[in-house]
């Protein structure tokens, strides 16, 4: 629907364009878009307008397109751009003391890292990075204000796409808490990571295992800067590595889930809780069979190993009704709010037994 809407649009010279979309190439339905893309395209006599495919599983050819090593830089580049402006915004946004600055300082660095992801410089790079780090750590913010965490998972498109899910970070925001979703690199490092699985239980060969570490490696390689920056600063952590995610999430899942977002779903649940955000919502399309299993399905299993836990499924699809879906947001956030009431009476009250203590020595 957006690719058909942007090509009706008027914008676009349709005799000089092209699409393309990334195909995970395993058991899930995002694999056939590329196929309902052509057939709205023959539809709306386009068939001439190709659609290349972006897989590493080599799914399809596309002559006159090839991932060259420039392409592969600068898309891990964006990706670290991202993740870095998504975390730092969403954690300093629900406190800044004055109205939109945390979107300003957003929208300065967006227009700035358009001109810089056109050039090839590893020290700009890690100079943007840290310049980032400084300056949203540097935005004023109301001190001393508790608001529940709320993370966000789930499959991939849904979880970071704002009409995907109705803009569930604004609605989290308005009710007065703070988002914490995990970054996007981390479902690329899962994809590699698999092969490790496979190669240990399955049929998996030493070559793809090798391949899938060599990725991660190379990835990490660009992540080293952010994560340094990340943990120098006063407001920010960073992420943690696939390995530890795999590791925690063996205590409750089977590696062997590998279709949609497998064992990685439950995993970033885990990293959350531990990071201390037990509030979140697993969302999903409608329908969409891996995910409900290794998202909703785990809920129970998750409540037992972490029983601070208050998480909530929620399905996002047209058909399904909006209002549902707020109400359930707001169910779960009542509770979040009545959680932190409590633990911040418990945390007064250890505070004021070691006053008690301290005062009678």
């Known amino acids: 629907g957006q690719i058909m809407a942007a090509i009706e649009s008027g914008e676009y010279d349709l005799d000089n364009i092209s699409i393309i979309i990334s195909q995970t190439g395993g058991g899930c339905r995002a694999t056939n878009y590329i196929a309902f893309i052509r057939k709205a395209l023959k539809d709306a006599g386009l068939s001439d307008i190709p659609v290349i495919s ?5 799914i399809e050819k596309n002559p006159g397109f090839k991932v060259s090593r420039n392409l592969l830089k600068s898309s891990i580049k964006t990706l670290v751009y991202g993740d870095l402006l998504m975390r730092v ?21 967006m227009d700035i890292l358009k001109e810089s992801i056109l050039n090839d410089d590893n020290k700009q790079f890690k100079n943007n990075i840290e310049m980032i780090v400084k ?3 540097e935005i004023e913010i109301i001190e001393n204000v508790l608001k529940p965490k709320v993370g966000v998972v789930g499959e991939i498109l849904v979880k970071y796409h704002p009409d995907a899910n109705n803009n569930i970070v604004d609605v989290i925001e308005k009710e007065g808490a703070e988002v914490v979703v995990p970054d996007l690199i981390d479902f690329f490092l899962y994809s ?11 049929a998996g060969s030493w070559k793809s295992k090798a391949m899938g570490d060599l990725f991660i490696s190379y990835i990490e390689l660009y992540r080293k800067d952010m994560k340094k920056a ?24 089977s590696l062997g889930n590998q279709t949609g977002e497998g064992w990685f779903l439950t995993a970033e649940m885990i990293e959350l809780i531990n990071d201390g955000v037990p509030n979140i919502f697993c969302i999903q399309p409608f329908g969409c069979l891996p995910n409900h299993v290794v998202g909703k399905g785990m809920i129970k299993k998750l409540r037992d190993g972490f029983p601070e836990s208050n998480i909530v499924a929620i399905d996002y699809d047209s058909g399904a009704s909006e209002v549902n879906q707020l109400n359930r947001i707001k169910l779960m956030l009542s509770m979040a709010f009545k959680n932190l009431e409590k633990d911040k009476k418990n945390l007064d009250f250890s505070s004021s037994q070691i006053v008690e203590k301290i005062t009678a020595l």
């Open 54 to 58: 972006l897989s590493s599983q080599t």
């Open 192 to 202: 590699g990571y698999n092969s490790n699985f496979k190669y240990e239980k399955l």
């Open 89 to 109: 915004l969403y954690r300093v946004r629900p406190y800044e003391k004055i109205e939109n600055s945390a979107n300003q300082l957003y929208r300065k660095w």
């Open 135 to 137: 300056e949203f750590d």
């Open 230 to 253: 990340l943990l120098s600063s006063k407001r920010f952590h960073a992420p943690k590595n696939i390995y530890e995610l795999s590791d925690n999430a063996k205590e409750y899942i």
